[in-house]
């Protein structure tokens, strides 16, 4: 679902497998529960860029949500 992991400044999600035509909701936290990232796309991508130059390197929990429709990945940053 995610790649490249680990990643440096940059990761993919691939969201194929999600509803094409509505809304989604992307989402980092830290291995403390804590938002660090997120962020709300229109549905019909097929994969979405994620800038992640921004955080510390560590390991992140990243879930997509749309609808009823849960993801979860687990990223490392370095």
Known sequence: MVYPNPSTNTVFADLSSFEQGKDLTI?????DGRLVYETAEKGGLSRVEIGTSMLPSGLYLLKVHQNQMFATAKISIR
Do not use: A, P, S
Not at 27 to 31: G, Q, S, V
């Open 27 to 31: 989402r980092i936290y830290n291995t």
